[in-house]
C-alpha cells in the first residue's frame, strides 16, 4: 500500500525549473527519505504535496487523497515540519502546543502518548517563550506540534539543519519510534550520512531524481574501484589525484581524499597510486581500498 504517490511532478519558478517530472511512491509505514543539496528542488517538492504549492504539470496523492482537489481534507491528517523555524517565537512552549492542538480540534491528552518522549524534554521549559530556546529543543517543539494530531503521514523538511550532533542523533531515535506507531515518514536532508537512516532514499540533484532505492541498494550499485587516501597536504594531495591517469573522480571525505578510478588495475592499484604520490613528494603516504558510501554514489551519480 503506497501512502504517497507523485506522478511527473513539475514546478517553475520563471526559468529555474525547480522541480523536473518527478515520480515516487512511499510505502505505509516508511521512512523515505529525499537526499541532496541545497537547491535540488526537495522543498518545491514537499510544499506540492502538502497542498500548499500547485504543481504546474503532473499529480499527487498523499493517503489516498488528491493534494490539489482534496487538500482541505488532505491538511487535517498530515503533519509538516518545515526547514525554517516557523512556530510562535512569543508564545511559551505549552501555549504554541495548545494552539495547534485546538487549531486541529483535538486535545493534548488524547494524543499525549505519542509526543510523550519528546515532550519530556521540553516539560521543564513549558514556560519558556519558543524563541528562547535552543535549537535542538525548537526542533523537538516543532515535532510535537507537527505530531499533536496524530497524523497518518508526516513530513519533514531538513529537520536536522542548524542543530548539534547529539539532537539529530535523538530527532532520528524519536523518528523510528514515530514509524513503529505506525506513521509514515517523509523527510529531507542534505546530510547524506542521514541517508543511511531511512528504509529508502531518493538521490535529488537541479530538481530531478538521479535514483531510488534502499541505502544498501544504492552503495551496491557503484562499481568502480574506490580508495581512500591521504598525505601530509590534503589539498595538493586532491589536486594530483584529480589528474592521476585513470582517474574518475576525487573528493575530500573526512580526513581522507576519496579517489575513485575508471576501472581496476589488478592487485596494483594500491602500489602505483602511492608510488605514484611519492613521486610528487607526497609524504606519510596511506592508500587503502573501502566501500562506497551514499555520497560516494551521489557524486558519481552527478559526474555520470
Not at 160 to 180: A, Y
Not at 221 to 238: E, H, K, Q, W
Amino acid at each position: 500500500m503506497f501512502e504517497i504517490q507523485a506522478h511527473h511532478l513539475s514546478k517553475s519558478y520563471g526559468p529555474v525549473r525547480a522541480v523536473q517530472d518527478i515520480s515516487f511512491e512511499v510505502q505505509a509505514g516508511e521512512v523515505f527519505g529525499l537526499i541532496g543539496p541545497d537547491g535540488a528542488g526537495k522543498t518545491t517538492l514537499f510544499r506540492m504535496l502538502t497542498s500548499l504549492l500547485l504543481p504546474d504539470a503532473g499529480s499527487a496523492t498523499v493517503a489516498g487523497l488528491d493534494v490539489v482537489r482534496e487538500y482541505k481534507q488532505l491538511r487535517q491528517i498530515i503533519g509538516y515540519m518545515p526547514g525554517r523555524f516557523s512556530l510562535y517565537q512569543d508564545l511559551s512552549v505549552e501555549e504554541n502546543l495548545g494552539f495547534f492542538a485546538n487549531v486541529f480540534g483535538v486535545r493534548i491528552r488524547d494524543n499525549y502518548e505519542l509526543i510523550r518522549d519528546i515532550y519530556v524534554q521540553l516539560e521543564p521549559f513549558k514556560d519558556r517563550r519558543a524563541g528562547a530556546l535552543s535549537g535542538g529543543m525548537k526542533q523537538k517543539l516543532a515535532l510535537c506540534c507537527a505530531l499533536i494530531h496524530r497524523p497518518r503521514v508526516l513530513f519533514l523538511d531538513e529537520p536536522g539543519t542548524g542543530v548539534d550532533p547529539v539532537s539529530r542523533k535523538e530527532f532520528w531515535d524519536m523518528l523510528r519510534r514515530l514509524r513503529e506507531a505506525g506513521i509514515t515518514i517523509l523527510v529531507s536532508t542534505p546530510n547524506m550520512d542521514e541517508a543511511e537512516l531511512c528504509d529508502r532514499i531518493a538521490l535529488m540533484q537541479q530538481g530531478q531524481i538521479m535514483a531510488i532505492d534502499t541505502p544498501k541498494g544504492i552503495t551496491a550499485g557503484f562499481s568502480r574501484p574506490l580508495f581512500a587516501v591521504r598525505s601530509d597536504a590534503m589539498y595538493r594531495l586532491i589536486q594530483d589525484l584529480r589528474v592521476y591517469d585513470g582517474a574518475a573522480d576525487c573528493h575530500a571525505f573526512g580526513e581522507y581524499a576519496h579517489l575513485t578510478l575508471h576501472t581496476a588495475n589488478g592487485q596494483t592499484d594500491e602500489k602505483l597510486i602511492s608510488e605514484y604520490l611519492v613521486s610528487k613528494n607526497h609524504r606519510n603516504v596511506e592508500v587503502k581500498p573501502v566501500a562506497a558510501t551514499v555520497e560516494d554514489c551521489f557524486i558519481d551519480l552527478m559526474s555520470a
